[in-house]
């Protein structure tokens, strides 16, 4: 499910503080601060799409993400790649590259990278 810029603002808030009520929230906002109200609505839209849920101690609602940051951003990439490059991963890193203007040895850097993290999940999963 997509969330609006102002659900993942508050879901990367919370997803930094792990937990936290209205006010802590709210703190967490260092440019242009949002009223009270819009957070506790963008949080009560956030627990009926069922991506936060809170806890009440006292008068405090205590508010905790469902969804992980990384269910979340591998949900978003895997739409996006299909989205707009036709589910092909190497297109989209094709793009990149040139966009970005990327040179060989950033190229290989890359590679580098990806080879260990696929190393790393196979280790993983063999344990």
Same mark, same amino acid.
Request: no cysteine; glycine share 4%.
């Given at each position: ?49 069922? $991506? *936060?849920?809170?806890?009440?101690? =006292? ?8 969804? /992980? +940051? %990384? ?8 739409? $996006? *790649?299909?989205?707009?490059?036709? =589910? ?8 990149? /590259? +040139? %966009? ?28």
């Amino acid at each position: 499910m997509q969330l609006t810029k102002a659900e993942e603002q508050i879901m990367q808030i919370l997803w930094t503080m792990e937990e936290g009520i209205v006010q802590d929230i709210l703190k967490e906002f260092v440019d242009s601060k949002p009223a009270r109200t819009t957070i506790a609505t963008v949080l009560s839209i956030l627990e009926n799409k069922n $991506f *936060v849920t809170h806890r009440s101690e =006292g008068r405090l609602n205590i508010y905790k993400a469902l969804v /992980a +940051k %990384e269910d979340y951003s591998k949900k978003q990439l895997l739409g $996006f *790649v299909k989205d707009y490059f036709n =589910g092909s991963f190497s297109s989209m890193i094709s793009f990149f /590259a +040139k %966009e970005n203007n990327l040179t060989l040895e950033e190229m290989d850097h890359l590679l580098e990278e990806t080879r260990q993290a696929l190393d790393d999940k196979q280790t993983d999963k063999t344990e």
